[in-house]
């Protein structure tokens, strides 16, 4: 395990006043500078793959494929994607025209927030920090980037390699845990994003509301699963375990649990069975696949509720606290009540819930906090519509797991205790880190329009204002809509236009013909 120097804390108010510096000289609001510092970043992971293949092996035992799918090759793909959109991100923004202030030129700039704060976990220690670095770099922010020492190898080599690409004065690594965290979090910033935990995440929002300041939180939850009877079973089991799997279940969309009807669970778990056979033909704990939990603690805690369900382990349940090592398991027959639907598990476990039906599971994810993700398997639209419509989570995913934070153009954030705030993919990161500036000039013959604004008021001022400023109701409403009205009505409305739209169209041909015979 690599040894990780921290920051010394009497050296972090110093850092953060020189990226003070930095911003304040105005050097990001360059949009070529910007693309400038993306490039840059990511040549330093191209230029440093191999080193991140061995640092991610080092700190979470974890294949070079496994990395390359889940972090190097998505971190390259997030920093491209910043540097060919920021122009297009960053330009001012016109509102739809309105007759009453369409004369004072509103516009919205999209300006920097200042230096900004980026707490980053262990569980995906290089994407998590590259990923928001790249929405910062690319809104025009200062950026402390603070990585989980839980992965001293990558915290490391960040702090070894930014300098060496990135401008120092606008980016800086403070290495470190608690004391250094907790000093972090006395300082002012303009932002900050904790990735993380729930637990964590509450003193991360409280130190922020001494300052006022804005704060995203990327937490996570119990992301649960529902099967349909009649969905894909031998797919959904193969997506399923892969999601729960892949890099030892320490993904905060990982599946959590799955609910399936009671009379379809034997069904599913041998599809499972089967899909586990295929991705680990050899014994599990000899398997240069597995990623490892990442310390001790973490290893204590799965397999304390592993060892403590009172559900059926049907595949896995190896462990090797040596190596801080948990097999995939699957467990079936679990009750709600169980160990393992304690707390956000974490860890490659997974169990199966069997339900008397869909509207049992539907009550029993909304009777607990709003998950980070939730996922259906179904070819039914009417089936993904009830599970969609009447439960709310961070995302919504059909027939997939664990990869929607790196679906281009999708905004990836919870709700409630799952988190606050969206980011990941392309302009959601920008805007994050972005003000949203509003601004007009009124040119002086405007007061000739709007003088009635000014005292003294008269009766007829205020008749001007009812003239000029009045704003018209439809009819008003004799009851509730039935059920389908709104929907009708639109489509009504869409047809009515597309028809005037035609025949506004046919009049003018006719005109241009009627003016063509004439002349």
């Known amino acids: 395990m690599a040894t990780l120097a921290y920051t ?3 050296e972090i108010e110093k850092i953060q006043a020189e990226l003070r510096a930095g911003f304040n000289s105005g050097k990001t609001k360059s949009i070529a500078y910007r693309k400038y510092q993306l490039l840059q970043l990511a040549y330093l992971v191209q230029d440093n ?3 991140f293949e061995q640092a991610l092996a080092q700190d979470l035992g974890r294949h070079a494929q496994e990395s ?13 994607e910043a540097y060919k959109n920021v122009e297009k991100w960053a330009k001012p923004e016109r509102p739809p025209r309105s007759v009453n202030f369409m004369f004072m030129n509103p516009v919205t700039y999209k300006e920097p927030k200042g230096v900004v704060l980026v707490i980053s976990p262990f569980n995906y220690p290089m994407w998590l920090c590259f990923t928001p670095l790249s929405g910062a770099i690319a809104a025009g922010n200062a950026v402390v980037i603070k990585p989980s020492e839980a992965c001293p190898a990558v915290a490391t080599l960040l702090e070894e390699l930014l300098p060496k690409y990135i401008d120092r004065s606008l980016i800086r690594v403070v290495n470190g845990a608690v004391p250094e965290t907790t000093k972090l979090l006395e300082l002012p910033w303009d932002h900050i994003l904790y990735t993380g935990s729930g637990r964590v995440g509450k003193i991360v929002a409280a130190a922020a509301a001494k300052h006022l300041t804005p704060v995203s939180l990327e937490l996570g939850g119990k992301s649960p699963v529902f099967i349909d009877p009649d969905t894909d079973m031998q797919l959904a089991a193969r997506r399923i375990l892969w999601g729960k799997a892949t890099n030892a279940g320490q993904t905060c969309v990982a599946p959590d649990y799955v609910l399936v009807p009671r009379a379809s669970q034997d069904k599913f778990v041998e599809a499972l069975k089967t899909a586990y056979t295929s991705f680990y033909p050899e014994a599990t704990t000899t398997s240069k696949d597995m990623t490892k939990m990442v310390n001790q603690q973490a290893f204590k805690r ?6 403590n369900t009172k559900g059926s382990v049907v595949a896995g349940g190896e462990t090797d606290e040596a190596q801080k090592y948990i097999a ?7 009750k709600v009540d169980d160990s393992l639907m304690s707390e956000e598990i974490f860890g490659p476990i997974l169990p199966i819930v069997p339900v008397d039906d869909l509207d049992a599971g539907i009550a029993y994810v909304n009777a607990h906090d709003h998950p980070l993700a939730l996922y259906v398997f179904s070819q039914d639209e009417a089936y993904k519509s009830k599970v969609f ?5 961070g995302s919504a995913i059909a027939n997939e797991t664990i990869i929607g934070p790196g679906v281009t153009g999708l905004p990836f954030g919870g709700i409630g205790a799952s988190g606050n705030g969206g980011y990941h993919t392309g302009k959601y990161g920008f805007l994050m880190f972005t003000h949203l ?17 000014f005292p003294p008021y008269s009766q007829s001022k205020l008749d001007k204002i ?8 439809p009819a008003r409403p004799t009851g509730p809509p039935s059920a389908g009205a709104a929907s009708n009505d639109g489509g009504r409305k869409w047809f009515l236009l597309a028809f005037a739209l035609a025949a506004v169209g046919a009049l003018t041909k006719m005109k241009k013909l009627q003016q063509f015979i004439g002349a």
């Open 8 to 10: 010394p804390v009497d």
């Open 49 to 51: 793959t191999k080193a």
């Open 68 to 80: 390359h799918f889940l972090e190097i090759n998505s971190c390259l793909g997030e920093i491209m």
């Open 302 to 307: 799965v397999n304390g509720l592993l060892q």
């Open 328 to 334: 995939p398991t699957i467990v079936k027959d679990v």
């Open 389 to 393: 419509g009447s439960t709310q989570s």
């Open 437 to 453: 500036r509003a601004s007009f000039d009124t040119p002086g013959w405007i007061d000739k329009l709007l003088g009635f604004r």
């Open 466 to 473: 009812h003239a000029r400023l009045n704003i018209k109701l």
